[in-house]
């Protein structure tokens, strides 16, 4: 049984960081494309950032770039997203998720994205 297991959600100041890890377990990602998608209250939920898991080549939505980079560790088969410089607007349950489909458009190809993990959240204060 494949899973996602998000962590390293919290409360964090305006300007801080953060950490999260996505755990990875059940199957191996070659060929996958991996990534952070966030939901705000109220709002849809939005990409964050991709990376393929064979090369780790990276891709961000624009909000995020320059603050947030992603990672992954193929021997531990987990993901990361370090985040910095966040704002409150950044505040969501960050979710990850993993796919066949090429890096670049994991946040547009949601459909064929197969595992989700169940979101941790990121609260940032003033």
């Known amino acids: 049984q494949v899973q996602l297991v998000e962590s390293g959600g919290g409360l964090v100041q305006a300007g801080g960081s953060l950490r999260l890890s996505c755990a990875a377990s059940?199957?191996?990602?070659?060929?996958?494309?991996m990534g952070w998608f966030r939901q705000a209250p109220g709002k849809e939920r939005e990409f964050v950032a991709s990376?393929?898991?064979?090369?780790?080549?990276?891709y961000y939505a624009d909000s995020v770039k320059g603050r947030f980079t992603a990672s992954r560790d193929t021997a531990k088969n987990t993901l990361y997203l370090q985040m910095n410089s966040l704002k409150p607007e950044d505040t969501a349950v960050y979710y990850c998720?993993?796919?066949?489909?090429?890096?670049?458009?994991?946040?547009?190809?949601?459909?064929?994205?197969?595992?989700w993990g169940k979101g941790t959240l990121v609260t940032v204060s003033l």
């Open positions: 990376i393929s898991w064979n090369t780790g080549s990276t």
């Open positions: 998720a993993a796919g066949p489909v090429p890096y670049q458009f994991l946040g547009t190809r949601r459909n064929g994205l197969n595992y």
């Open positions: 059940g199957r191996t990602f070659n060929g996958y494309a």
